[in-house]
């Protein structure tokens, strides 16, 4: 069996999918299953996934459900107690697992770990480095206010999502911080303080106003 679930969802991303299945094939740590599930892509991406021949891959479609649902039916495919979390426009340094898994292991307690990022544009290009916390009690701080980790880059302990529930399906955006919100209720958090992801700039990100409304909520 192995040790870490890697949860992957895809809807019409084909211009970025080999490089973000490809930096997870490539992890220096590789007892990991690769749970990728399509959420009903009218693209290339299927094609893409199943091109790959690698045993750990288990590949998944489904109509579209919306992102929410998709993570949820990946989530209960998984069959590890980690779940490493990754979007499929963005790219893992190879040494991610390692470096997070090696930290959960001599820090039992901490039941979320990510890092800093690397923010680039759709073409790849370096934007910024994203800075995040290191400690849980000034990531709950930051949290409060806004996103303080970076979900695409996270590892989180399966046994949580038993006592918060999973992904929330009636919304369509800020998922990933909706359930942070969540979380930090229960766990501890940690980032690791260097860049161990490549996040990518998208029409999808978390705006100050789905902020506030899911704090009124």
Same mark, same amino acid.
């Given at each position: 069996?192995?040790?870490?679930?890697?949860?992957?969802?895809?809807?019409?991303?084909?211009?970025?999918?080999?490089?973000?299945?490809?930096?997870?094939?490539?992890?220096?740590?590789?007892?990991?299953?690769?749970?990728?599930?399509?959420?009903?892509?009218?693209?290339?991406?299927?094609?893409?996934?199943?091109?790959?021949?690698?045993?750990?891959?288990?590949?998944?479609?489904?109509?579209?459900?919306?992102?929410?649902?998709?993570?949820?039916?990946?989530?209960?495919?998984?069959?590890?107690?980690?779940?490493?979390?990754?979007?499929?426009?963005?790219?893992?340094?190879?040494?991610?697992?390692?470096?997070?898994?090696?930290?959960?292991?001599?820090?039992?307690?901490?039941?979320?770990?990510?890092?800093?990022?690397?923010?680039?544009?759709?073409?790849?290009?370096? %934007?910024?480095?994203? $800075?995040?916390?290191?400690?849980? +009690?000034?990531?709950?701080? =930051?949290?409060?206010?806004? @996103?303080?980790? #970076?979900?695409?880059?996270?590892?989180?302990?399966?046994?949580?999502?038993?006592?918060?529930?999973?992904?929330?399906?009636?919304?369509?955006?800020?998922?990933?911080?909706?359930?942070?919100?969540? %979380?930090?209720?229960? $766990?501890?958090?940690?980032?690791? +303080?260097?860049?161990?992801? =490549?996040?990518?700039?998208? @029409?999808?990100? #978390?705006?100050?106003?789905?902020?506030?409304?899911?704090?009124?909520?």
């Amino acid at each position: 069996m192995p040790s870490l679930s890697v949860i992957m969802t895809m809807y019409n991303v084909e211009r970025f999918l080999r490089e973000a299945i490809e930096s997870i094939l490539a992890q220096t740590f590789r007892d990991f299953e690769f749970i990728i599930f399509d959420d009903g892509s009218t693209d290339n991406s299927v094609a893409i996934a199943e091109s790959y021949n690698d045993p750990r891959i288990r590949l998944f479609r489904s109509p579209h459900v919306g992102r929410a649902a998709a993570l949820n039916k990946a989530i209960d495919y998984s069959t590890t107690e980690l779940l490493a979390f990754m979007d499929a426009d963005d790219i893992s340094m190879k040494t991610r697992f390692e470096e997070q898994l090696k930290y959960l292991s001599e820090n039992p307690s901490v039941g979320v770990i990510s890092s800093w990022a690397e923010r680039i544009d759709e073409n790849g290009n370096y %934007l910024r480095t994203m $800075t995040t916390p290191e400690k849980h +009690q000034d990531i709950e701080y =930051k949290m409060s206010r806004m @996103g303080a980790i #970076i979900f695409s880059g996270s590892i989180v302990k399966k046994i949580l999502f038993d006592k918060i529930g999973k992904f929330n399906e009636s919304l369509s955006v800020s998922i990933d911080y909706e359930l942070m919100l969540r %979380l930090i209720r229960e $766990t501890f958090f940690y980032n690791l +303080q260097f860049v161990l992801i =490549k996040y990518r700039k998208n @029409g999808s990100s #978390i705006t100050a106003s789905n902020i506030l409304a899911l704090r009124k909520n």
